[in-house]
T-cell receptor, first 115, second 115 residues
């Protein structure tokens, strides 16, 4: 049973470009979460999605960031017009139940570097 | 809002010895879950151990055990017979009971294992 798959593992963008990070949850998991980890920090919640629905985006910056989890295909975290402060590791996690009732299964993360 | 505090940025332990990592949290809820996650240099977050707040018995998982003090809001992790592979960042995390979707993470403790 494959784990949570994230790609790309590493992404380099120049300021003003767009970054797209993809996440395929574990088989049978319909709950997807995106977390961001800044250097020397713990993970911070960004958004929680179920298929075709955004359930909670309270941790997402209001501008430039968006997320989707279409009926078919992986979940996408999209960052438009990236700035240096967006440089971080972005982790996707999935679960068979909403968080708090079960554990999260994390991917290996996507490290975004903005030049 | 819940907060999670890990007061030890770094710890070290001799191989085969025992080490305890501290975690305190702040909440007004009575129903919640607590987790310890391990992040090795590969960066993937791996669940080490999980505790439900309504259970008085401390969780154990092989060489890993917790000391859960609900009244004191303390959730420490004990690693017995430390191995070189235990070297990693360890994150304490809090999850609300049913109805909440976010995990709140502490800033982490970097554990080094000395051969």
């Amino acid at each position: 049973n494959a784990g949570v798959m994230q790609n790309p593992r590493h992404l380099v963008r120049r300021r003003g470009q767009e970054a797209r990070l993809r996440c395929s949850p574990m088989k049978g998991h319909s709950h997807v979460y995106w977390y961001r980890q800044l250097p020397e920090e713990g993970l911070k919640f960004m958004v929680y999605l179920q298929k075709e629905n955004i359930i909670d985006e309270s941790g997402m910056p209001k501008e430039r960031f968006s997320a989707e989890f279409p009926k078919e295909g992986p979940s996408i975290l999209r960052i438009q017009q990236v700035v240096r402060g967006d440089s971080a590791a972005y982790f996707c996690a999935s679960s068979p139940l909403p968080t708090g009732m079960g554990e999260l299964f994390f991917g290996e993360g996507s490290r975004l570097t903005v030049l | 809002a819940q907060t999670v505090t890990q007061s030890q940025p770094e710890m070290s332990v001799q191989e085969a010895e025992t080490v305890t990592l501290s975690c305190t949290y702040d909440t007004s809820e009575s129903d919640y879950y607590l987790f310890w996650y391990k992040q090795p240099p590969s960066r993937q977050m791996i669940l080490v151990i999980r505790q439900e707040a309504y259970k008085q018995q401390n969780a154990t998982e092989n060489r890993f055990s917790v000391n859960f003090q609900k009244a004191a809001k303390s959730f420490s992790l004990k690693i017995s017979d430390s191995q070189l592979g235990d070297a990693a960042m360890y994150f304490c995390a809090y999850g609300s009971g049913a109805g909440s979707y976010q995990l709140t993470f502490g800033k982490g403790t970097k554990l080094s294992v000395i051969p």
